[in-house]
């Protein structure tokens, strides 16, 4: 194995912190652009504007001026289930008593229907549709809590439109939630030992919601968020639907929460989206809504990267760079993210080097997580000289360095562990020196809470097992059956990352290496 030296290391922070909001003036380029694109919409946009204008608290027309300048990207999403011919095919999640039978009924329907997939049916545009009633209603109840209630008079103005203000939480519908949550907490303060402290506030609420709304895993099949209304309804959801419902309850009442996601774990399937809510002191307690207070929630694995969804676009990200290639790799293309990986893990900037020609068509590099069979982009760097700057990695993860490439990721160098001390160690697979090895233990996916996680369980008598290892892609070394405890393989290359999988399963085993004579999974 080969060692290579961090470049620089971040520490992590002694509290966590939340950006600020971009607040606009009245006469910026965004607040034109925006009325420039709402078509139609621009009467009821005009109209908030110059209603607001001659409003005696002035700061309610800069926070207008907010909403509207930064109306670009928000939506109303809606997913279908399709076939291969883009045939709709009629899907819901209620229809099965566990997510067990919802996928049992899913793969008949394949079997039926050929390869079914979910696709976009329809964009509402925020900036085509939002009224001015809404969008008065959203402002004024902001103002009328973050003017009233105790716990809320601390915040700044650019705290209040970065975490209060904003009317919506993702790609649900728009509704009108703040009247309803304002009246169903009215008396949240009469209960409260210290009136002014917004974490007890914000637990009061969660633990209300925790009694009519939960986790259901079947929700992983219903891709569109669900809005107010439909959680009233089913009381159900998905992660990104319970921290919607949390900054509904809280953000009506004053508090400033936000959501918190990785896009993928760095060793377990899927990923996740929590809350956290900021304090008078300036720092960020993690929690889950519907599921965990704050002060009492931990992220179930481990984290290469931590993002924060955020109203206002943010010029940084990705999309907005210049570079050779206009299309990207799935979430990176959002305008309306911020990185705060080092509010939550122990973070390194390192320097990568490619091993393979960069084309000239090409100038930025991915480092990738391993996540549900497959090497997912997780932070992105611009190339130079063949080498990539990577800022704020979390530790104790393998990534792989890659391009993108006809649309997907392509490796470019070698697969490395960054560990805690910063030190990036290179996983070399030495085929000449094959072994012999036996292995006896495997990790499955499991759910925790809303959530995927892992757990190691040893390999069954009589299974049969496919081990692959990794050499700028995985190679199959062999099948064999499981004698007892151990199922054994010979000529393996060594000093390897290995993946093993029982033959026929949905590939979300973790991958590992051995040190040692250990497994260590990654």
């Known amino acids: ?29 965004e607040l034109a652009k925006a009325l420039d694109s709402a078509g139609a919409n621009r009467a009821q946009l005009e109209r908030v504007l110059s209603e607001y ?8 027309h800069q926070a207008a001026c907010y909403l509207i300048a930064y109306l670009e ?29 919802l996928e049992i009924g899913f793969d008949s329907l394949q079997t039926q229907k050929g390869e079914l997939s979910f696709k976009k049916k329809d964009l509402i545009e925020d900036s085509k549709t939002i009224t001015a009633d809404l969008l008065r209603s959203h402002i004024d109840f902001a103002f009328r809590a973050w003017r009233e209630k105790p716990w809320a008079q601390w915040l700044t103005f650019e705290q209040f439109c970065s975490s209060v203000l904003p009317y919506r ?31 007890e506030a914000a637990s009061l609420i969660n633990q209300d919601i925790m009694s009519w709304f939960r986790f259901d895993s079947r929700y992983y099949y219903h891709p569109t968020d669900q809005g107010l209304s439909e959680m009233i309804a089913t009381g159900l959801g998905r992660c990104e639907d319970m921290t919607n419902l949390a900054i509904y309850g809280m953000r009506a009442l004053g508090l400033a929460v936000t959501s918190d996601y990785t896009p993928y774990w760095a060793n377990s399937g899927n990923n996740h989206a929590w809350n956290a809510i900021i304090t008078p002191d300036g720092s960020v307690i993690p929690f889950m809504g519907a599921e965990a207070n704050p002060g009492s929630y931990r992220l179930a694995n481990k984290l290469a990267k ?43 900037t390192i320097s990568v080097k490619l091993l393979r020609p960069v084309p000239d068509t090409v100038d930025i590099a991915y480092l990738c997580v391993f996540n549900s069979g497959e090497w997912q982009a997780i932070h992105w760097a611009r190339i130079a000289d063949g080498e990539a700057v990577f800022t704020d990695m979390g530790t104790g993860v393998v990534y792989l360095p890659a391009l993108y490439e006809e649309e997907r990721m392509a490796p470019a160098g070698l697969p490395f562990i960054l560990d805690s001390n910063g030190q990036m160690t290179d996983i070399v697979a030495d085929r000449p020196s094959a072994t012999s090895i036996s292995l006896g233990s495997i990790t499955n996916a499991i759910l925790e809470t809303s959530t995927d996680g892992i757990e190691r369980t040893w390999v069954k008598a009589g299974q049969e097992y496919e081990l692959f290892f990794w050499d700028d892609g995985w190679h199959s070394i062999a099948k064999s059956t499981a004698e007892d405890t151990l199922v054994n393989f010979g000529s393996t290359p060594s000093k390897a990352l290995y993946w093993l999988q029982p033959v026929g399963s949905k590939r979300d085993e973790r991958p590992f290496t051995i040190e040692a004579g250990t497994q260590v999974w990654w």
């Open 306 to 348: 931590a993002y924060r969804k955020t109203y206002e676009i943010r010029h940084e990200n990705l999309v907005f760079q210049p570079r050779k290639q206009e299309k990207l790799p799935g979430w990176l293309a959002g305008k309306s993210y911020t990185d705060v990986t080092r509010d939550y893990t122990d973070a390194r």
């Open 169 to 199: 939480g993702s790609n649900e519908p728009l509704e009108e939630w703040r009247e309803f949550f304002w009246s169903k907490y009215a008396d949240i303060a009469d209960r409260m030992k210290d009136s002014t402290d917004p974490i």
């Open 53 to 60: 204008a001659i409003d005696p608290d002035t700061l309610k």
């Open 1 to 29: 194995m080969f060692t290579r030296a961090v470049i620089a290391i971040c520490i992590l922070l002694p509290v966590f912190t939340i950006s600020s909001a971009q607040v606009l003036l009245p006469d910026s380029p």
């Open 73 to 101: 990207g928000h939506s109303y999403v809606t997913y279908m289930l399709c076939d291969s011919n883009k045939t709709e095919i009629p899907f819901n999640v209620l229809d099965y008593a566990s997510l067990e039978a």
